[in-house]
T-cell receptor, first 111, second 120 residues
């Protein structure tokens, strides 16, 4: 079964609002990564957070990691129409270089 | 541009055809991956090559045959596919550092644009 599961499955917001997506996983991890995919295209890496880190920022993106709850969140602030995409969390388990993806959250930002 | 290219971008083939997908990374990475993305299913890891050696074969049917001739190139050879094999096939690469059989530093993966495969 998949390691990471995102919540919600779909999210629709107005431009300028913040978008929050959550990810839960089952086993101990080496790191957790967030990716974006525009329709039918390749994935683009957004942020990697390691198991000993709690929060990371990149531009308008903020990722938190709570290893005690086995969960992570991705916050996109001041969203733009161009942020419309699918967002995936993926985990690398504690031992191994295998990246396991969740089903993703479809984000739609309306202008 | 992520530094990972894939050809062809679109492929239509019959069930009796033989074709190959090609991936090339220009990033100097030491690991390469094939993924399959089907509609309404999570991205599935198919194969992992680390330092040109296959280290992961995720119970993929033998009609898919990977080849990694060097650290920059990865192929996926296809033969006698089924219609359910129609999907987006994604290649990725990463630069990882292994500290033994059970540990290491694993970094972000860079994905190519994918090959949209349709099996008739």
């Amino acid at each position: 079964s998949q390691q990471g599961e995102e919540d919600p499955q779909a999210l629709s917001i107005q431009e300028g609002e913040n978008a929050t997506m959550n990810c839960s996983y089952k086993t101990s991890i080496n790191n957790l990564q967030w990716y974006r995919q525009n329709s039918g295209r390749g994935l683009v890496h957004l942020i990697l957070i390691r198991s000993n880190e709690r929060e990371k920022h990149s531009g308008r993106l903020r990722v938190t990691l709570d290893t005690s709850k086995k969960s992570s969140s991705l916050l996109i602030t001041a969203s733009r129409a161009a942020d419309t995409a699918s967002y995936f969390c993926a985990t690398v388990m504690e031992y191994g270089n295998k990246l396991v993806f969740g089903a993703g959250t479809i984000l739609r930002v309306k202008s | 541009e992520t530094g990972v290219t894939q050809t062809p971008r679109h492929l239509v083939m019959g069930m009796t055809n033989k074709k190959s997908l090609k991936c090339e990374q220009h990033l100097g990475h030491n690991a390469m991956y094939w993924y399959k993305q089907s509609a309404k299913k999570p991205l599935e890891l198919m194969f992992v090559y680390s330092l040109e050696e296959r280290v992961e074969n995720n119970s993929v049917p033998s009609r898919f045959s990977p080849e990694c001739p060097n650290s920059s190139h990865l192929f996926l050879h296809l033969h006698t596919l089924q219609p359910e094999d129609s999907a987006l096939y994604l290649c990725a690469s990463s630069q990882d550092r292994w500290t033994g059989t059970s540990g290491g530093t694993y970094n972000e993966q860079f994905f190519g644009p994918g090959t949209r495969l349709t099996v008739l």
